[in-house]
């Protein structure tokens, strides 16, 4: 029963990083030819500390030059799983960088990455397996094709519940938006789950990174200094960096931005920051029925607990939880640490997805240590310890759209009818130019339909959902900023042109606004339910709007810029990203 309760509070907190979701295999070695050599260095030759590598040119395509699968760690695997993130090792012959590296391990969900780290069929073949790869610590990065130096740059970290995601998800391509903004992007894996935060006691041994547990906000600062020793190979300036991140990865931005190791880092390593839909609040900060966006260590160090006693009775060493309970008694720390480390990546996922999942321990986020992350980061912004930089925060209007079969917890009953799988189906086949070929009754139960009727409606519920789901956590991130600081812009993103039935089943829902901000509608998820030649000139002149608020806050750390067409006040103001089918229309709350 102990269990039972610390698991189902993890569970709770764990909600508030769901999310949409980023990556493929390790970069080629290439050897050069002596003739090869005498030659002049191509645009896309570039030297980093730990060896030269070679990119792609895009510049005919998409106006830019793009590396991808840039080593900025060694492989945390073996005897460096559950560790912090070390130098990898340095190369001499230039090395390909022009494949995505793996997506890091996970099991597989809605939003990716599939067996070939990619958006494909595979997706809705996958869910719940194991997918990715532990091999994972690379960094992707576009930039114009020109030859300018100095360029703001931009850190992106991908959301997913801390449990998933991949850099190489079409939606998070870096070109679009390197080019309209022209800044020089980087998108950076991490390690997720289990194997990015892990609160294990037999895994601790003095050193306060690697006890901290939290694996993936150490592989995140280890990227940013990458970046800033590196970036200005690629025309970046290491002194004007975007740490940005949406929904998990956006509570990760908000964890990073109270790190001790970021606020003490000198050089500094983030100047501005650029969080969407996350938040980072204990349940003590929030209203009464809020989902806090940071669960208590002890609730870590309990599903560390459940992990390592599934395993055991998996592996066929203990009967039952007493069983394996008195077998972790009797062995030495280091010989259960060497356990953990034996077991594979599938075995551990399996476990999480099969065992875990299902007692609500199956979640994953920041733990506050009380070193990598303060026990509360709240408490420590309105101290003044946390890193002071310009910031622009936003969420969608329907967030809670993304989720409804979390509705129970404003009341209602499950609000999707249809499973994940089906879902998956549904969005990857779909024609949006073709007749409707779904109706609202297929996945939304009748208790919320019509779904504008007043209190009870689908529209109503989600709105609730939103305001305990996202908007308390908002509030109460940036209130505490805004004790110590004036330079905050906050958005809203209202989009919602989408075809029937969809524009009332997902409207402006969480993560929507990700294609706008980086310019692609090409593939992706929730791609073939949206976009149609109707809507195509609104939202394209939108999404150019908001590249180029993004680019003006990344140069100057004020988003206003001539594309908004209006004045945009600091917070508690909204300016509202929207457009008509034909034409953007951008406003001010």
Same mark, same amino acid.
């Given at each position: 029963m102990k269990h039972t309760i610390r698991a189902s509070r993890l569970a709770l907190a764990f909600l508030s990083t769901l999310v949409l979701a980023g990556s493929g295999p390790r970069g080629e070695w290439f050897t050069a030819s002596a003739a090869a050599q005498r030659e002049p260095a191509s645009p896309v030759q570039r030297q980093t500390t730990f060896g030269p590598v070679i990119g792609s040119d895009l510049s005919a395509a998409s106006g830019t030059y793009a590396w991808k699968g840039v080593p900025f760690a060694k492989p945390p695997v073996g005897d460096l799983r559950w560790k912090a993130p070390a130098d990898p090792d340095a190369w001499m012959s230039p090395r390909l960088t022009q494949q995505f590296g793996n997506a890091c391990s996970q099991a597989g969900r809605l939003y990716g990455p599939g067996q070939h780290n990619t958006y494909d069929a595979t997706i809705g073949t996958s869910l719940g397996q194991t997918v990715g790869a532990e091999d994972c610590l690379y960094v992707n990065i576009w930039r114009p094709a020109t030859a300018a130096t100095q360029l703001p740059v931009i850190v992106w970290v991908h959301g997913g519940s801390n449990i998933s995601g991949y850099t190489a998800d079409p939606m998070y391509d870096g070109a679009n $938006?390197?080019?309209?903004?022209?800044?020089?992007?980087?998108?950076?894996?991490?390690?997720?789950?289990?194997?990015?935060?892990?609160?294990?006691?037999?895994?601790?041994?003095?050193?306060?990174? &690697?006890?901290?547990?939290?694996?993936? $906000? *150490?592989?995140?600062?280890?990227?940013?200094?990458?970046?800033? %020793?590196?970036?200005?190979?690629?025309?970046?300036?290491?002194?004007?960096?975007? $740490?940005?991140?949406?929904?998990?990865?956006?509570? =990760?931005? @908000?964890? +990073?931005?109270?790190? !001790?190791?970021?606020?003490?880092?000198?050089?500094?390593?983030?100047?501005?920051?650029?969080?969407?839909?996350?938040?980072?609040?204990?349940?003590?900060?929030?209203?009464?029925?809020? +989902?806090?966006?940071?669960?208590?260590?002890?609730?870590? %160090?309990?599903?560390?607990?459940?992990?390592?006693?599934?395993?055991?009775?998996? &592996?066929?060493?203990?009967?039952? !939880?007493?069983?394996?309970?008195? *077998? +972790?008694?009797?062995?030495?720390?280091?010989?259960?640490?060497?356990?953990?480390?034996? %077991?594979?990546?599938?075995?551990?996922?399996?476990?999480?997805?099969?065992?875990?999942?299902?007692?609500?321990?199956?979640?994953?986020?920041?733990?506050? &240590?009380?070193?990598?992350?303060? +026990?509360?980061?709240?408490?420590?912004?309105?101290?003044?310890?946390?890193?002071?930089? !310009?910031?622009?925060?936003?969420?969608?209007?329907?967030?809670?759209?993304?989720?409804?079969?979390?509705? !129970?917890?404003?009341?209602?009953?499950?609000?999707?009818?249809?499973? &994940?799988?089906?879902? @998956?189906? /549904?969005?990857? =086949?779909?024609?949006?130019?073709?007749?409707?070929?779904?109706?609202?009754?297929?996945?939304?139960?009748?208790?919320?339909?019509?779904?504008? /009727?007043?209190?009870?409606? @689908?529209?109503?519920?989600?709105?609730?959902?939103? %305001?305990?789901?996202?908007?308390?956590?908002?509030?109460?991130?940036?209130?505490?900023?805004?004790t110590q600081q004036g330079n905050i812009w906050y958005y809203r993103f209202d989009w919602d042109e989408l075809p029937s039935p969809f524009d009332v089943i997902y409207g402006a829902a969480h993560a929507f606004e990700l294609p706008f901000a980086f310019g692609n509608f090409g593939p992706s998820l929730y791609a073939n339910i949206s976009y149609t030649r109707a809507n195509q000139p609104g939202r394209l002149a939108l999404s150019d709007a908001m590249m180029r608020t993004i680019g003006a806050f990344a140069a100057s750390g004020d988003p206003n810029n001539a594309a908004l067409g209006a004045k945009w006040p600091t917070w508690p103001s909204t300016l509202v990203f929207d457009a008509t089918p034909t034409a953007k229309a951008i406003s001010v709350q």
């Amino acid at each position: 029963m102990k269990h039972t309760i610390r698991a189902s509070r993890l569970a709770l907190a764990f909600l508030s990083t769901l999310v949409l979701a980023g990556s493929g295999p390790r970069g080629e070695w290439f050897t050069a030819s002596a003739a090869a050599q005498r030659e002049p260095a191509s645009p896309v030759q570039r030297q980093t500390t730990f060896g030269p590598v070679i990119g792609s040119d895009l510049s005919a395509a998409s106006g830019t030059y793009a590396w991808k699968g840039v080593p900025f760690a060694k492989p945390p695997v073996g005897d460096l799983r559950w560790k912090a993130p070390a130098d990898p090792d340095a190369w001499m012959s230039p090395r390909l960088t022009q494949q995505f590296g793996n997506a890091c391990s996970q099991a597989g969900r809605l939003y990716g990455p599939g067996q070939h780290n990619t958006y494909d069929a595979t997706i809705g073949t996958s869910l719940g397996q194991t997918v990715g790869a532990e091999d994972c610590l690379y960094v992707n990065i576009w930039r114009p094709a020109t030859a300018a130096t100095q360029l703001p740059v931009i850190v992106w970290v991908h959301g997913g519940s801390n449990i998933s995601g991949y850099t190489a998800d079409p939606m998070y391509d870096g070109a679009n $938006l390197a080019r309209t903004a022209n800044v020089v992007i980087v998108s950076v894996n991490y390690r997720l789950g289990v194997m990015g935060f892990f609160n294990l006691g037999q895994l601790k041994t003095g050193d306060a990174p &690697d006890d901290s547990g939290n694996f993936a $906000l *150490l592989d995140i600062i280890k990227a940013l200094q990458f970046v800033n %020793r590196n970036i200005a190979s690629f025309g970046g300036n290491p002194g004007n960096v975007t $740490l940005m991140g949406e929904s998990a990865g956006a509570v =990760n931005v @908000f964890a +990073v931005m109270t790190s !001790p190791l970021l606020v003490q880092a000198n050089p500094a390593l983030v100047h501005r920051l650029l969080p969407m839909s996350g938040g980072i609040s204990p349940a003590g900060e929030l209203p009464p029925g809020s +989902v806090p966006t940071l669960a208590p260590a002890s609730a870590f %160090r309990t599903q560390a607990d459940l992990l390592m006693t599934q395993l055991l009775i998996s &592996d066929g060493q203990a009967l039952d !939880p007493a069983a394996a309970t008195a *077998l +972790v008694a009797s062995k030495k720390p280091a010989e259960m640490a060497a356990y953990m480390r034996s %077991r594979s990546a599938d075995a551990i996922w399996t476990a999480v997805v099969t065992k875990l999942a299902p007692m609500g321990a199956g979640g994953s986020g920041p733990i506050p &240590d009380g070193t990598v992350l303060p +026990v509360n980061p709240i408490a420590a912004i309105r101290s003044g310890q946390y890193l002071k930089a !310009p910031i622009l925060a936003g969420n969608t209007r329907d967030e809670g759209k993304l989720f409804p079969t979390f509705l !129970p917890l404003v009341g209602g009953a499950v609000g999707r009818l249809l499973n &994940d799988a089906t879902v @998956f189906a /549904t969005a990857f =086949n779909y024609n949006p130019e073709a007749a409707p070929a779904s109706t609202i009754e297929q996945w939304i139960p009748s208790s919320y339909l019509p779904a504008t /009727t007043t209190a009870t409606g @689908f529209n109503a519920k989600t709105e609730q959902l939103t %305001r305990r789901f996202f908007l308390a956590s908002r509030d109460s991130v940036l209130t505490a900023l805004k004790t110590q600081q004036g330079n905050i812009w906050y958005y809203r993103f209202d989009w919602d042109e989408l075809p029937s039935p969809f524009d009332v089943i997902y409207g402006a829902a969480h993560a929507f606004e990700l294609p706008f901000a980086f310019g692609n509608f090409g593939p992706s998820l929730y791609a073939n339910i949206s976009y149609t030649r109707a809507n195509q000139p609104g939202r394209l002149a939108l999404s150019d709007a908001m590249m180029r608020t993004i680019g003006a806050f990344a140069a100057s750390g004020d988003p206003n810029n001539a594309a908004l067409g209006a004045k945009w006040p600091t917070w508690p103001s909204t300016l509202v990203f929207d457009a008509t089918p034909t034409a953007k229309a951008i406003s001010v709350q």
